[in-house]
């Protein structure tokens, strides 16, 4: 059963993470240097909705594996748990975890929607704006979203 729960963390883990970086590092260059706002937020939108779905069902899966998985670190050493380094370190990943997944709802619910909303008149100083705070948040949250992988790896790895 333990395999399966990892397998399953790992798989999600590929599908949120990767995702992200591909519509981060890949598909959003490329339709900016491809098409004008006009065309580009239509279609943009959509692929946005179509991976929210699935990169919200992956961090499900994430996050229930996840919880299975270190259920008897937590009932082990309840006390003493944070004062270890694992504990700080398994401490520092579910950090970087809620700031990426604030990021991910401002991205949704604040910046998404005011770069729609000004991608009628793309060259408007509002637009160029909007678009420009959506690319530092996107780049930030990848870095942020590198640093839970690089936790994870760290924890894999040490000799709890």
């Not at 520092?92 to 991910?104: A, E, Q, R």
Request: hydrophobic share 50%; aromatic share 10%; charged share 15%.
């Amino acid at each position: 059963m333990d395999i399966l729960i990892h397998f399953l963390h790992l798989a999600a883990a590929m599908i949120w993470v990767g995702g992200q970086l591909f519509l981060a590092l890949v598909l959003g260059p490329t339709l900016r240097k491809s098409l004008p706002p006009k065309e580009r937020m239509p279609l943009s939108l959509s692929i946005a909705q179509r991976f929210k779905r699935i990169s919200h069902g992956a961090l499900g899966v994430l996050l229930l594996t996840g919880l299975w998985q270190v259920r008897y670190v937590f009932l082990a050493s309840l006390g003493s748990f944070t004062h270890t380094a694992y504990g700080q370190l398994f401490v520092l990943k579910m950090g970087l975890l809620v700031l990426t997944l604030v990021l991910g709802i401002l991205h949704d619910k604040r910046w998404g929607p005011t770069m729609a909303k000004w991608s009628q008149s793309p060259e408007s100083p509002e637009f160029k704006t909007a678009t420009q705070r959506m690319i530092f948040w996107a780049r930030l949250n990848v870095l942020v979203t590198l640093g839970i992988v690089a936790c994870a790896a760290a924890l894999r790895h040490s000799n709890f």
